[in-house]
């Protein structure tokens, strides 16, 4: 059975961090590029990062305008998790997380499966 779960969202204050995980069940996370994204009620579904299958011929990790340089994305293969370091928080951060699965690494929400059911991050002081 294919299953996603993300978890390490909550509550912090502008400039803090928090460690967002994606834990596979029933397939193998490594084969796989693993994209988060992030919704705003009301505003468009954004593309966070992404990042490449470990077994394809191209490599890479990839991150939205609005991210880039303060989150970082990377796998444990061991744990079948993908993480999503997340520094520097901004209010504007503040959004429902969600990983899904695809074949390479994409910005196009329908190329995604396995979607997990999200995570609240939440930034304010």
């Known amino acids: 059975q294919v299953q996603l779960v993300e978890s390490g969202g909550g509550l912090v204050q502008p400039g803090g961090s928090l460690r967002l995980s994606c834990t596979a069940s029933?397939?193998?996370?490594?084969?796989?590029?693993i994209g988060w994204f992030r919704r705003v009620p009301g505003k468009q579904r954004e593309g966070v990062s992404c990042?490449?299958?470990?077994?394809?011929?191209?490599?890479?990790?990839f991150y939205g305008d609005a991210v880039q340089g303060r989150f970082t994305i990377s796998r444990d293969k061991a744990e079948n998790t993908v993480y999503l370091q997340m520094n520097s928080l901004k209010p504007e951060d503040t959004a429902i997380y969600y990983c899904?699965?695809?074949?390479?690494?994409?910005?196009?929400?329908?190329?995604?499966?396995?979607w997990g059911q999200g995570t609240q991050v939440t930034v304010s002081s």
């Open positions: 990042i490449s299958s470990s077994d394809g011929s191209h490599r890479g990790t």
């Open positions: 029933g397939f193998i996370l490594d084969y796989h590029a």
């Open positions: 899904g699965a695809a074949t390479y690494c994409t910005w196009t929400l329908s190329d995604f499966g396995s």
